[in-house]
């Protein structure tokens, strides 16, 4: 079964610098989110993303958060100058291989551990 | 706002106990409802949604517009049984976000 993969599984980073998250969606989905789960939290939606453009974004999502897909199978999130509070574990999902607003259920990563120190 | 409510953070129950894990939603248009699971060191993987109306590994929910409720249920619980379970609404016209309850931990005894 396609699934989504997700890299690095862990990813430690000094506050104030920028880190990319990357994600390979299931290759013939054409919705892709990010999620994170701060430690004993919720997951919280950041992002989602159809037809090369942000279709909707959380108040969690700010400046300092980009997306890019920059070729037909990378998902990339863009964290520019982190702070300690962007530790989290970050999901990735993708849906949708057919039909605007298709409620195809979403399939996640197995996530990215973000430490900032 | 849209809220979804799961009010146990952990149930635990005895193996072939019944289990009822509870999830209220707030009502917003006609949202679809899912249930997420979460085993130990795993991705979150979809366990079932209520469109569907099928049983995924005994487990079954039904949808109730009247009390905005989507409760989890399977009659005897299985030790595999034990995991994170996140009820998640996604709201119709979003084209977009699953919004994730607080999550239930099952711990199942034996």
């Known amino acids: 079964e396609p699934e989504v993969t997700q890299t690095p599984s862990h990813q430690v980073t000094q506050m104030g610098q920028e880190v990319i998250l990357r994600c390979v969606p299931i290759?013939?989905?054409?919705?892709f989110y990010w999620y994170r789960q701060i430690l004993g939290q919720k997951v919280e939606f950041l992002v989602s993303?159809?037809?090369?453009?942000?279709?909707?974004k959380s108040e969690i999502f700010d400046d300092q958060f980009s997306v890019e897909r920059p070729d037909g199978s990378n998902f990339t999130l863009k964290i520019r100058s982190t702070k300690l509070e962007d530790s989290a574990m970050y999901f990735c999902?993708?849906?949708?291989?057919?039909?605007?607003?298709?409620?195809?259920?979403?399939?996640f990563g197995d996530g990215t551990r973000l430490s900032i120190l | 706002a849209q809220r979804v409510t799961q009010p146990e953070k952990l149930l635990s129950v005895f193996k072939g106990a019944p289990v009822e894990l509870k999830c209220n939603y707030s009502y917003s248009g006609s949202p679809e409802l899912f249930w997420y699971v979460q085993y130990s060191r795993q991705r979150l993987q979809l366990l079932l949604r209520?469109?569907s109306r099928e049983s995924i590994k005994g487990f079954t929910a039904d949808l109730n517009k009247g009390e905005t409720s989507f409760h989890l249920k399977k009659p005897f619980a299985q030790e595999e049984d034990s995991a994170m379970y996140y009820c998640a609404p996604k709201y119709t016209g979003t084209a977009s976000k699953l919004t994730f309850g607080t999550g239930t931990r099952l711990q199942v005894m034996l």
């Open positions: 993303f159809y037809n090369n453009e942000i279709s909707e």
């Open positions: 290759s013939n989905h054409l919705y």
């Open positions: 999902a993708s849906s949708g291989d057919r039909g605007v607003y298709s409620n195809q259920p979403q399939h």
């Open positions: 209520h469109i």
